[in-house]
């Protein structure tokens, strides 16, 4: 978000240099600079012992598989505890370790996005309401049901550096 009137005041702001930052949104007022603000959250892609991912369904994304664990980060917290609380509130599932797979940007939503891969046991998937179903689905089938490879969409990218962790094919295979 660009703020084009002070959150602290209401007065409208602005441009003023800031550095090697340019042109920044600023009060006189206050006496304050106001950069631009957006959102994040963690997603997760969870894998068990046999390599295979916990795949989500939630009706509002598609009406099949498509997606990971993933929750907004929340302030107060960093990206590894919003992973881990994620992944135990959407699916009931326990971490047992977690790797940091990247940052992706989904301009859609203006919304940086912070890659995990989890590993956990095999276990009942016991859902949140945000979920309308979730399966365990073999690493190399997830392919088949998650949203194509495609600018911001995170999920694929995580499942491409799972998936050439494992050396499955060499790639991904579509």
């Known amino acids: 978000m660009t703020y ?3 959150p602290l005041c209401g007065a409208k702001l602005i441009g003023k240099e800031a550095g090697d930052e340019g042109i920044v949104p600023f009060c006189t007022d206050c006496n304050k600079l106001w950069f631009d603000t957006f959102s994040s959250c963690s997603i997760v892609l969870v ?3 046999y390599n295979e991912i916990a795949l989500l369904r939630q009706g509002y994304l598609s009406d099949k598989y498509t997606s990971f664990v993933s929750g907004y980060i929340t302030p107060g917290e960093c990206a590894e505890d919003t992973a881990i609380r994620e992944v135990k509130e959407e699916i009931g599932v326990t971490l047992d370790s977690l ?3 990247g940052t992706y940007w989904f301009a859609k939503k203006e919304l940086l ?3 995990f891969i989890g ?3 095999k276990c009942v998937l016991i859902l949140s309401q945000e979920v309308d179903s979730a399966e365990w689905v073999p690493a190399q ?3 088949k049901t998650l949203f194509p490879e495609a600018p911001g969409n995170a999920a694929y990218a995580i499942y491409k550096i799972f998936m050439e962790k494992l050396h499955i094919n060499g790639k991904v295979s579509k």
């Open 141 to 143: 089938e997830v392919v």
């Open 47 to 49: 894998a068990n012992e």
């Open 113 to 115: 996005m912070h890659g």
């Open 99 to 101: 790797e940091y797979a």
């Open 4 to 6: 084009k009137y002070c």
């Open 119 to 121: 590993r956990a046991k």
